[in-house]
């Protein structure tokens, strides 16, 4: 065999994670040992003017071997590695798959603590929101649909505690992101069961992991510019969901206001003309922004007396029937 070839072949091996004996490789391309040695010295010196790859030569049991360095900075993979287990929207078998796919850009000490962690996980530290193992694909599918814009018809089962509807709805999807512990997908879903009436339709976002049934259209259809909801708009008007009207909402709010501020997408607080925090007579600051009704309503509740809606009347009045309907249970 052409020594080339022998090489390229052996080099191959090595970086593929094989270790290579010397007598064995004699024995493999019918040579002597002194021709497997000159390979790995043209090895060697390929290997030298790589930043990613060492050669290691075990003299006693006469093995050569590669190890390799971080292809991608560790502390980048671990930082990744942190937020997917803090999200939990993997399953665990997911989320191990994900975790050794990372793993391989990482050289093999740093690979023994990604594999560490994930080990401490399996003793019931890591609890998923979703037991279910297939978000990967989910995502994967609703990307080539949106890709070759595509129109679906579909069946979802929604969070209505009435039962979910069991209607098969006819959209368009139009974006796919993450937020939160889920992936959601914009969609335009059209008011009729048939492809049709593409004007009169209205921009909803879905859970990625309650789409129970899709089927792709051979037909598609374009969305309307004026009724256009892209992954930018929808995110710059959510907390938590991404339900109910777009509303422009005031509040007094009197708790830690950069925690607020942080919460609610693109508010703002109000200012004095001297460029000084305005604040009322109880202390409080005043927020305003624009967002989700439902979405607002939820953030309200969840602060308790540190926060008083100014307006919408429609959100005082949401968040006070709310209140009288919790007290009323006790």
């Known amino acids: ?42 090895i060697h010196r390929i290997i030298k003017t790589t930043d990613h790859l060492k050669f290691h030569h075990d003299t006693k049991s006469d093995i050569y071997y590669l190890t390799h360095n971080d292809f991608l900075p560790f502390e980048e993979i671990l930082a990744i590695m942190k937020v997917l287990i803090g999200s939990r929207a993997f399953g665990k ?13 990482v050289s093999s000490e740093h690979q023994e603590e990604i594999n560490n962690m994930m080990t401490s996980l399996k003793t019931g530290g890591y609890l998923p929101v979703n037991q279910d193992n297939d978000l990967i694909d989910r995502v994967k599918k609703f990307q080539d649909i949106i890709q070759n814009k595509k129109a679906i018809s579909f069946n979802y089962r929604d969070s209505n505690p009435a039962g979910h509807s069991h209607k098969t709805r006819i959209g368009l999807p139009l974006s796919l992101y993450f937020s939160g512990n889920y992936f959601y997908v914009i ?7 048939k492809m049709e009436n593409f004007d009169d339709g209205i921009t909803y976002v879905y859970r990625l992991d309650r789409f129970q049934s899709i089927t792709v259209k051979r037909k598609s259809f374009e969305v309307p510019r004026e009724k256009f909801e892209d992954e930018e708009s929808i995110r710059n008007k959510s907390y938590r969901l991404n339900s109910g009207s777009a509303i422009s909402y005031e509040f007094n709010y009197r708790g830690y206001y950069p925690a607020a501020l942080d919460q609610l997408p693109n508010s703002k607080i109000k200012r004095t003309e001297s460029g000084k925090i305005f604040k009322n007579p109880d202390g409080s600051v005043v927020i305003s922004g624009n967002m989700f009704f439902n979405g607002a309503k939820m953030w309200v509740l969840s602060q308790g007396n540190l926060v008083t809606v100014k307006s919408p009347q429609t959100l005082i009045a949401a968040v006070k029937k709310e209140l009288q309907e919790t007290l009323d249970g006790y």
Not at 15 to 32: F, H, M, P, V, W
């Open 93 to 105: 078998t997911e989320l191990n798959k994900i975790s050794g796919s990372l793993a391989e850009f």
């Open 187 to 193: 969609m335009y879903r059209l008011n009729s069961e």
């Open 1 to 42: 065999m052409d020594s080339n070839v022998r090489i390229s072949n052996t080099l191959f091996k090595m970086i593929c994670g094989g270790k290579i004996d010397t007598r064995e490789n004699a024995t493999l391309y019918s040579c002597d040992s002194r021709s497997i040695r000159r390979d790995m010295t043209t």
